[in-house]
């Protein structure tokens, strides 16, 4: 982005979107999920003692940005925006997996959900700067393409969690989706590290 301002303001109003590292733990549990699933069927009590460590590693990466960039407060407006789209997409991921779960349909429900959770991001945070919207901040949208083509892809009769391992498409598209979020949460830690400096990002707390 040339104006520096405007790259600025882009980075202020997406801070946390931004921070890629906080899809990491996120990732994790979704992909540790799917494995654990896999391979004891019905029994998600890994997943569930396993969220303790993953809020504990959340909670690292939060101290670390906050240390190392600063922090940007959101405007209450934005906070129940944010809300609003989080707790929507968490009931429809619920109602996904019970459906892909039930084998109701031939496609992976729980992906597409994913896909739209993750479009529906993309779009909020590049809607001041649509001409560089993929520049800025592509791996939201790449990873929303990416799992929404697998989801889709019994339709086709490719059956591909099989040749991985897995029992059942639920399980394998857990995986996938978790690995997908684990690189777009690397890919977007890379970015910010390389286009924002700790010590510029850090000079003065920001409240938007």
């Not at 922090?71 to 619920?94: C, D, G, M, N, Y």
């Not at 996904?96 to 529906?120: E, H, Q, R, W, Y």
């Not at 901040?137 to 591909?160: D, Q, Y």
């Amino acid at each position: 982005m040339k104006d520096r301002y405007a790259q600025i303001q882009f980075i202020a109003a997406n801070y946390l979107r931004l921070q890629g590292l906080r899809m990491v733990p996120i990732g994790l549990l979704v992909l540790f999920t799917g494995i654990w699933n896999n391979s004891r069927q019905g029994d998600l009590s890994g997943p569930i003692l396993s969220f303790v460590g993953i809020a504990a590693l959340y909670w690292l990466i939060d101290l670390y940005y906050n240390q190392v960039f600063g922090r940007v407060t959101p405007t209450p407006a934005q906070h129940k925006v944010e809300l609003i789209v989080s707790i929507t997409f968490s009931i429809l991921a619920i109602l996904s997996f019970v459906l892909d779960s039930a084998k109701i349909l031939p496609i992976s429900m729980l992906g597409v959900t994913l896909a739209g959770a993750l479009a529906v991001d993309f779009w909020q945070a590049t809607r001041s700067v649509r001409g560089e919207a993929f520049a800025l901040f592509p791996e939201m949208l790449v990873s929303a393409i990416v799992i929404f083509i697998v989801s889709i892809l019994p339709i086709f009769g490719i059956t591909w969690w099989e040749a991985f391992g897995f029992k059942a498409q639920v399980e394998g598209m857990l995986a996938f989706d978790g690995i997908v979020l684990i690189v777009a949460g690397m890919w977007g830690h890379l970015r910010i590290r390389r286009n924002l400096s700790a010590g510029e990002a850090k000079s003065n707390d920001i409240a938007l």
